[in-house]
């Protein structure tokens, strides 16, 4: 099986128009963009906050981000724009914040993904960070909340679940500021030193495993490749949900590829629908 | 087998099969209720529906509906 990882890099001219047209990122030169992602409600504010010094608006529900809030910091001087995402706990489903949320992780380019997990619900947390990881390489995972986890008795085992995982993982208490600084250490290692991680893939079924090889060689052929695991898009077009293989196609036509291109993913959409 | 929404409140049960379509059941999957999964009745809203549910450590709320299209073994 000859499945590409994570993404090629492009050029930061091209990133940059990329994050200019679908999310209004106000870019300074090398800077790198960094998302936040996790299940809603697991402190992804407070540690936005923690990490830039900003106040933006915490609160203990669901749903109280319901766009982007953007900060930045400053790491062994190197300036990294901090996106913080509405909480989501899946990429596939559907809600406006969830679309967002799926979105900037698909198609804004991040240098780093920022996956945040709860410490005290981490079996369901995990379904986000295993989605995330099909797409990308780039990532950190924080395990927060871990004061409230031990409170109720629940040890995590972090360098366990780091093997397992193969991408770095942070225990945090982000409300006190615990491991800030290796959070920081571990993105500027990741979105800065390029440092290779491992993320451990899902494994399908054997017939959807089937179909996937059986779309690769035609999802290869696209430049849209480049940006996206092409196992992932796969399945994405196997899943036939149309809005969202029209965001693709929309990337897809951005991206200056001939007409073809466009044609040719819906192409394959329909394909999969007949 | 029983459905999701005949389990009194405070039993178990192990999910065993979601007769749910489309998203609402990829939101379902999502949520941590697939096949095999632990899942315990808290009890219903004083309207009887929704009702709540522990899972994966977390507290959900179904629809009666949506409860009544999941099948479960109890333990």
Same mark, same amino acid.
């Given at each position: ?133 099909? *797409? ?51 993105? &500027?290692? *990741? ?79 329909? &394909?999969?629908?007949? | ?28 999957? %999502? ?21 709540? &549910?522990? *899972? ?9 509906? %949506?409860?009544?299209? *999941? ?5």
């Amino acid at each position: 099986m000859n499945i590409t990882i994570g993404k090629r890099r492009h050029s930061p001219s091209f990133n940059e128009h990329i994050r200019k047209h679908f999310f209004h990122l106000p870019l300074k030169n090398d800077q790198a963009v960094v998302a936040i992602a996790g299940n809603p409600n697991v402190g992804k504010s407070t540690l936005f906050n923690a990490l830039t010094g900003l106040r933006q608006h915490t609160g203990n529900w669901p749903g109280k981000t319901v766009d982007r809030a953007q900060g930045a910091f400053l790491f062994r001087e190197k300036s990294f724009l901090l996106v913080d995402l509405p909480g989501t706990y899946s990429l596939l489903a559907h809600s406006a914040e969830e679309e967002i949320a799926r979105d900037f992780i698909c198609f804004g380019q991040p240098d780093a993904m920022l996956v945040i997990l709860d410490a005290t619900a981490l079996e369901r947390s995990l379904n986000l960070a295993l989605q995330i990881m099909e *797409i990308t390489s780039r990532m950190v995972v924080c395990v927060n909340l871990m004061d409230e986890a031990g409170k109720k008795g629940i040890t995590v085992n972090i360098p366990l679940l780091e093997k397992d995982l193969g991408v770095p993982v942070i225990p945090t208490t982000a409300r006190n500021g615990k491991g800030l600084k290796e959070v920081q250490t571990a993105l &500027y290692e *990741i979105a800065v030193q390029q440092r290779p991680t491992a993320p451990k893939q899902v494994r399908y079924s054997a017939e959807i495993e089937g179909l996937i090889q059986e779309l690769l060689p035609r999802l290869q052929t696209l430049p849209a490749a480049s940006f996206f695991n092409s196992k992932w898009l796969a399945l994405r077009l196997l899943d036939s949900h149309p809005p969202f293989v029209e965001n693709i196609s929309r990337f897809v036509r951005l991206q200056n590829a001939p007409t073809a291109t466009y044609q040719e993913v819906e192409k394959l959409h329909a &394909y999969r629908l007949e | 087998m029983a459905t999701l929404s005949s389990l009194k409140a405070g039993t178990q049960a192990t999910v065993a099969s979601l007769s749910i379509e489309g998203l609402l059941r990829r939101r379902i999957l %999502d949520l941590g209720i697939i096949p095999g999964a632990n899942i315990r009745c808290i009890g219903p809203a004083p309207s009887g529906d929704p009702i709540a &549910y522990e *899972i994966r450590g977390s507290v959900i709320a179904l629809r009666l509906e %949506d409860a009544g299209k *999941i099948t479960v073994q109890l333990i």
